[in-house]
C-alpha cells in the first residue's frame, strides 16, 4: 500500500534562517506531489505542485521554493525564513491520470518563526 | 486559476440537524470535486467526492450535489453527531490535477 512521509513533525525557526522539509512516498511510481500551506485558522493554499522529476509550478511568489531531485522525493526549502511564514506545511500525493485525483496528505510539519 | 468559495465559515447545529456548506468555483474545466475533513492539529482525509458527470453522490450521513451550469457543489450531512465536529474543505481540480481548496467551514455539532 502507499504511504507518505513528511519529517519534521515541528519545527521553530528564527527569522533568517534556511529551511528544508522533506517528504517522500512509498508504493507508487510518479505520483504527482504537492506542498500546501496553512496559517492558523485559514484555509489550505497551494504553493508548489509537481507532475515529474525536475517539474516544478509555483502558485505563489513568496519567499520558499520546492525541489524535485527523485521521483518520489518533494523538499520544500527557504534560503532565509520571515515571520510570515509560520504554518503547518502539509505534503500530498494523488496519482496522475487517468486515474483518481484523491489527494492523500503527509501528517504535517508545525513551522514557527521567532 | 480556478478560485474556489465557501460558505459558512462557521456553522453550529443541534445534534441530530442537518448541516449543510455550499461552495462555487470558477473554472468551467474543473471537473472532479473533493471534499475534506480536517481535525485538530490533524491532516485533511477525503470524505467524499463528485465527479462532473454526475449530480449527487451519497454515502451513509453525507451527501454531495454538483451544480456545473451554476458552479456550484454542496455538502450535506444529516443526523449530525458530536464527530463530526470539525473544519471541511471543498476542492476543485483544474489542469495537472491541480486541487484548489476552499477556505474552510468550522462545523460545531452541540449536543
Same mark, same amino acid.
Given at each position: 500500500?502507499?504511504?507518505?512521509?513528511?519529517?519534521?513533525?515541528?519545527?521553530?525557526?528564527?527569522?533568517?534562517?534556511?529551511?528544508?522539509?522533506?517528504?517522500?512516498?512509498?508504493?507508487?511510481?510518479?505520483?504527482?506531489?504537492?506542498?500546501?500551506?496553512?496559517?492558523?485558522?485559514?484555509?489550505?493554499?497551494?504553493?508548489?505542485?509537481?507532475?515529474?522529476?525536475?517539474?516544478?509550478?509555483?502558485?505563489?511568489?513568496?519567499?520558499?521554493?520546492?525541489?524535485?531531485?527523485?521521483?518520489?522525493?518533494?523538499?520544500?526549502?527557504?534560503?532565509?525564513?520571515?515571520?510570515?511564514?509560520?504554518?503547518?506545511?502539509?505534503?500530498?500525493?494523488?496519482?496522475?491520470?487517468?486515474?483518481?485525483?484523491?489527494?492523500?496528505?503527509?501528517?504535517?510539519?508545525?513551522?514557527?518563526?521567532? | 486559476?480556478?478560485?474556489?468559495?465557501?460558505?459558512?465559515?462557521?456553522?453550529? /447545529?443541534? @445534534?441530530?440537524?442537518?448541516?449543510? +456548506?455550499?461552495? *462555487?468555483?470558477?473554472?468551467? !474545466?474543473?471537473?472532479?470535486?473533493?471534499?475534506?475533513?480536517?481535525?485538530?492539529?490533524?491532516?485533511?482525509?477525503?470524505?467524499?467526492?463528485?465527479?462532473?458527470? /454526475?449530480? @449527487?453522490?451519497?454515502?451513509?450521513? +453525507?451527501?454531495? *450535489?454538483?451544480?456545473?451550469? !451554476?458552479?456550484?457543489?454542496?455538502?450535506?450531512?444529516?443526523?449530525?453527531?458530536?464527530?463530526?465536529?470539525?473544519?471541511?474543505?471543498?476542492?476543485?481540480?483544474?489542469?495537472?490535477?491541480?486541487?484548489?481548496?476552499?477556505?474552510?467551514?468550522?462545523?460545531?455539532?452541540?449536543?
Amino acid at each position: 500500500s502507499q504511504t507518505i512521509h513528511q519529517w519534521p513533525a515541528t519545527l521553530v525557526q528564527p527569522v533568517g534562517s534556511p529551511l528544508s522539509l522533506e517528504c517522500t512516498v512509498e508504493g507508487t511510481s510518479n505520483p504527482n506531489l504537492y506542498w500546501y500551506r496553512q496559517a492558523a485558522g485559514r484555509g489550505l493554499q497551494l504553493l508548489f505542485y509537481s507532475v515529474g522529476i525536475g517539474q516544478i509550478s509555483s502558485e505563489v511568489p513568496q519567499n520558499l521554493s520546492a525541489s524535485r531531485p527523485q521521483d518520489r522525493q518533494f523538499i520544500l526549502s527557504s534560503k532565509k525564513l520571515l515571520l510570515s511564514d509560520s504554518g503547518f506545511y502539509l505534503c500530498a500525493w494523488s496519482v496522475p491520470r487517468p486515474f483518481n485525483e484523491k489527494l492523500f496528505f503527509g501528517s504535517g510539519t508545525q513551522l514557527s518563526v521567532l | 486559476g480556478e478560485n474556489v468559495e465557501q460558505h459558512p465559515s462557521t456553522l453550529s /447545529v443541534q @445534534e441530530g440537524d442537518s448541516a449543510v +456548506i455550499k461552495c *462555487t468555483y470558477s473554472d468551467s !474545466a474543473s471537473n472532479y470535486f473533493p471534499w475534506y475533513k480536517q481535525e485538530l492539529g490533524k491532516r485533511p482525509q477525503l470524505i467524499i467526492d463528485i465527479r462532473s458527470n /454526475v449530480g @449527487e453522490k451519497k454515502d451513509q450521513r +453525507i451527501a454531495v *450535489t454538483l451544480n456545473k451550469t !451554476a458552479k456550484h457543489f454542496s455538502l450535506h450531512i444529516t443526523e449530525t453527531q458530536p464527530e463530526d465536529s470539525a473544519v471541511y474543505f471543498c476542492a476543485a481540480e483544474g489542469g495537472y490535477q491541480k486541487v484548489t481548496f476552499g477556505t474552510g467551514t468550522k462545523l460545531q455539532v452541540i449536543p
